[in-house]
């Protein structure tokens, strides 16, 4: 099995950047496509990024593209997601999450969670 602990979060001002971490242990960690998804108060849980095994392909949700990057480091067992020029309706619970079908933005077919770390956008 794959455990996942996301870490980063924050209470941080609208225009501001942010970086937060996802390490993962127990699997070979390139074995995965991960992805970051995010849960607002009183909303679904939507997409926000993922990215290939080794790094070669991103996709991003309409509403973070050209803001935010997701990047991974297979040797630390780690994949980030860099958010800049925050906007308050990014507030929300992110997680990360692991597949091994490939990279995809669709939640049911990722296979381990972390248990989330809050973003908290002012403005």
């Known amino acids: 099995q794959v455990q996942l602990v996301e870490s980063g979060g924050g209470l941080v001002q609208a225009g501001d950047s942010l970086r937060l971490s996802c390490t993962a242990s127990g699997r070979t960690f390139s074995n995965y496509a991960m992805g970051w998804f995010r849960q607002a108060p009183g909303k679904e849980r939507e997409f926000v990024a993922t990215i290939s095994r080794y790094g070669g392909v991103t996709s991003y949700a309409d509403s973070v593209k050209g803001r935010f990057t997701i990047s991974r480091d297979n040797a630390a067992n780690t994949v980030y997601l860099a958010m800049n020029r925050v906007k308050p309706e990014d507030t929300a619970v992110y997680y990360c999450?692991?597949?091994?079908?490939?990279?995809?933005?669709?939640?049911?077919?990722?296979?381990?969670w972390g248990q989330g770390t809050q973003v908290t956008v002012s403005s």
């Open positions: 999450a692991a597949t091994s079908v490939g990279y995809t933005g669709d939640a049911s077919r990722y296979d381990y």
